[in-house]
């Protein structure tokens, strides 16, 4: 385990780098590019996620709701929690700005990608529409730029696994519950193994049911366990309400902090920050526009539009709130750096003592929600490379590993995650930029259309 931790540790600067400068330099690319027009239309977005100019004639297996929901509900999970205590451990609550940044830049990417997921539709052997970045490189670009499309789908064979959330879902078990205390003594290492085998179950249960029962129960848990959150993060900053403005100032202060800086850590906390937000909210990564291209709409920017609102959702909201608690308690001073403890005390702190109980609950609905979501992305890797028929095999493969990260160490996981993250993402925004200008075409049309039915 030790050896292969180093071997991932040595390859992510190198990809890493090339991440920074397709997320942040090509998502300003495209926010330039846009005249910033998708921003001005969130409202719009909202009444299309909200059924307005839902036509259920529409090609399409789920709805703008039910694909966002599940988009969602990937992202949303435990890198909100303790993604960014993992964050604000390595690099200071200033790591929390960078995020920010991303996140507002990541708006303008998800509505690019997503909606080329929806103008390079394409229909596979078995007679279903599918769309992501997989097709809209080989239907766009063309064929000979196949090859992109295939070391895409194969680093989402790593990338979409949900080896970080089951690591952390059972990291938080074993401190709330401490199953060898009150429970049995069977041993860490046994009662992670038996974690881990009951959530392959669990998961099994909804995963081969197919994309339909995946967004039906996405769409039941998202909009509970946000809210839960929010009331949770809300009593605290209430409780504390003299301490938030200390608190986002820091978040800024820190962000331009000239002593980092001069010791050359700024660059790595900037790097810090757009990584952990791309596991946040998947900006660039390439995996939104598969649910995305999913949805029962005629129209690629109406579905651009509704996608912006994954990431303001994901990480401008959920991954505030988080990082709001950790520094409003204090946490981040006396934490260990396997995110999830501190988290657990920073609520446990908060909240009269009960505080890990309810983070508990919301933690097991975020894990369950993004268990059932990501295996749906790597069953669309392994049919693009191979058929249909094939992909659906990778769900035995997705469930196997499961057990496997509930018992390996974080670092190992966060390694792994990061490397595959980071290889994804570059041929991915290689396409959209490339495809970009036909973006601005339909983007075009669509909203001269817009204004004129409003006239």
């Not at 952390?168 to 974690?195: H, R, Y």
């Not at 608690?325 to 005390?345: D, K, P, Q």
Request: glycine share 8%.
């Amino acid at each position: 385990m030790e050896v292969i931790d180093q071997f991932l540790s040595n390859l992510i600067p190198y990809a890493e780098w090339a991440m920074l400068i397709m997320v942040v330099g090509g998502g300003l690319f495209l926010a330039v590019y846009s005249r910033f027009q998708p921003y001005r239309y969130f409202r719009h977005a909202i009444g299309i996620t909200a059924g307005k100019y839902d036509d259920p004639d529409d090609p399409g297996e789920v709805s703008h709701l039910q694909a966002l929901s599940s988009a969602v509900a990937a992202t949303v999970g435990l890198g909100n929690i303790s993604g960014v205590a993992i964050a604000i451990y390595m690099g200071g609550p200033g790591v929390i700005f960078w995020i920010w940044m991303t996140a507002i830049i990541g708006m303008c990417i998800k509505f690019y990608s997503c909606s080329l997921a929806i103008m390079y539709r394409y229909t596979d052997a078995s007679g279903n529409l599918q769309g992501g970045p997989m097709y809209y490189i080989t239907q766009g670009i063309g064929p000979r730029a196949k090859p992109l499309a295939v070391f895409f789908s194969i680093a989402g064979l790593v990338g979409f696994l949900g080896v970080f959330t089951v690591n952390q879902f059972t990291q938080t078990l074993m401190n709330v519950v401490d199953p060898d205390t009150t429970l049995a003594a069977l041993g860490d290492f046994n009662w992670k193994l038996i974690i881990g085998i009951v959530l392959s179950i669990v998961t099994s249960l909804v995963i081969f049911g197919g994309l339909q029962k995946i967004a039906r129960v996405a769409t039941a848990i998202v909009p509970f366990m946000v809210l839960l959150y929010f009331v949770a993060v809300l009593i605290i900053m209430v409780n504390n309400a003299s301490e938030i403005f200390p608190a986002l100032k820091l978040i800024i202060t820190e962000a331009f902090n000239f002593q980092t800086a001069f010791t050359g850590g700024f660059w790595g906390l900037v790097i810090l920050g757009v990584r952990r937000a791309v596991f946040s909210n998947e900006a660039g990564l390439g995996s939104a526009p598969m649910y995305h291209g999913q949805s029962k709409t005629k129209e690629p920017i109406q579905e651009g539009l509704v996608s912006m609102l994954g990431p303001f959702i994901d990480t401008i909201v959920v991954c505030t709130l988080t990082a709001i608690v950790i520094l409003l308690s204090g946490a981040y001073l006396e934490a260990e750096s396997n995110g999830i403890l501190m988290t657990l005390i920073a609520f446990k702190k908060s909240l009269f003592g009960y505080g890990d109980v309810l983070l508990m609950v919301v933690v097991s609905a975020f894990a369950l929600s993004t268990l059932f979501t990501y295996s749906y992305y790597g069953v669309k890797c392994l049919s693009f490379l191979t058929n249909p028929r094939i992909g659906k095999y990778f769900n035995y493969y997705y469930v196997a590993t499961i057990t496997f990260a509930a018992v390996a160490s974080v670092d190992l996981v966060i390694n792994l995650i990061d490397l595959a993250y980071a290889l994804m993402c570059i041929p991915n925004m290689l396409a959209v930029l490339y495809l970009a200008p036909r973006v601005n075409r339909e983007m075009k049309r669509y909203f001269a259309q817009l204004k004129n039915e409003r006239a």
